[in-house]
C-alpha cells in the first residue's frame, strides 16, 4: 500500500538505507515512487501469491501491510507468513477487528496489529495523565515502559541514593544511567541524585502512576474534557 502512510514509511525506510519494495495497485503511485527513492516498485495486488513472489517475500524481514482495505491487509500478513516472511504488521481501522487482535495474530501467525485511531488517543491520555517532560516508550513487552525522567525542582527523588528510589517510592523503578550536564554515568546504588539530572529507567506498567503520584510530579487530575469529533 502506497497511501500517505505507505509513502511516510518508504521516505524513512529509504533514507535508513534499507532495501525495500513498494507493492500498489496503482501505477501512477508505483512510478512516482521509484523515481522519488531508491527502492523497487511493483504494480499489483499485494494480497496475491504471485505479487508477492514477484517482491521476494519469502525472503523479506518484514512485511507492512498498510492499504485502505483491512481485509487486503490481513489477507496479504497472512500470505506473506505462510511464504515464510520473518515478521508481518497489518493496519487494521475497523475496531471490531482490533477487539479481536489476539485472535488474529495468535491464528494468523502475525506479529503485529495497529490501529492509528487507537494508538492516537491512547497517546492522547496519556498526554493528559503524564507531564510532557516525562518521556514514556514502549517496549515489546507492553507491561515494561522505558521511561525518562528530569529531576525538576520539588521532586522528590532529588538527594535520594538510588539505592533507596523503590522502598522509598514503593516501586519496582530500574534506574540504569543518569545524565548530568553533559556526562552520562551508569547507575550505581550510592549514586546520589541532584536537580536536573535526567533519569532514565525502566518500570513496570503497573507502578506507572503511584510512582508518578509518590514523587510529585502528578498531582492534578483532569476533571473534565470536551472532545471534537465522534469518530
Not at 74 to 91: D, H, Y
Not at 116 to 131: A, D, F, G, H, Y
Not at 167 to 194: G, M, P, W
Request: net charge neutral; charged share 25%.
Amino acid at each position: 500500500g502506497n497511501g500517505k502512510v505507505g509513502r511516510a514509511l518508504t521516505e524513512k525506510l529509504s533514507y535508513q538505507g534499507h532495501n525495500i519494495v513498494v507493492i500498489d495497485k496503482d501505477y501512477t503511485k508505483t512510478y512516482k515512487i521509484v523515481n522519488n527513492y531508491d527502492v523497487r516498485a511493483i504494480c499489483g495486488n499485494g494480497a496475491v501469491y504471485d505479487t508477492q513472489m514477484k517482491a521476494d517475500v519469502d525472503k523479506s524481514d518484514l512485511v507492512i501491510c498498510v492499504t485502505s482495505s483491512d481485509e487486503t491487509n490481513l489477507i496479504s500478513s497472512i500470505t506473506a507468513k505462510s511464504l515464510s516472511a520473518k515478521n508481518t504488521i497489518a493496519r487494521i481501522s475497523d475496531l471490531e477487528y482490533i477487539y479481536q487482535d489476539k485472535f488474529i495474530k495468535e491464528n494468523f501467525k502475525l506479529n503485529m496489529v495497529i490501529n492509528q485511531e487507537k494508538l492516537v488517543s491512547e497517546e492522547i491520555l496519556r498526554t493528559l495523565n503524564i507531564p510532557s517532560w516525562i518521556k514514556i516508550k514502549h517496549l515489546v513487552n507492553e507491561s515494561v515502559k522505558f521511561v525518562e525522567i528530569t529531576l525538576n525542582k520539588d521532586n522528590r527523588m532529588i538527594n535520594s541514593k538510588v539505592s533507596e528510589i523503590n522502598k522509598k517510592f514503593k516501586s519496582n523503578l530500574l534506574v540504569y544511567a543518569i545524565k548530568r550536564n553533559e556526562n552520562t554515568y551508569i547507575a550505581n546504588d550510592d549514586f546520589i541524585l541532584q536537580e536536573n539530572d535526567v533519569v532514565y529507567s525502566f518500570i513496570d506498567e503497573v507502578y506507572l502512576n503511584s510512582f508518578f503520584k509518590s514523587i510529585g510530579v502528578v498531582d492534578k487530575k483532569i476533571e473534565s474534557a470536551m472532545i471534537v469529533g465522534g469518530g
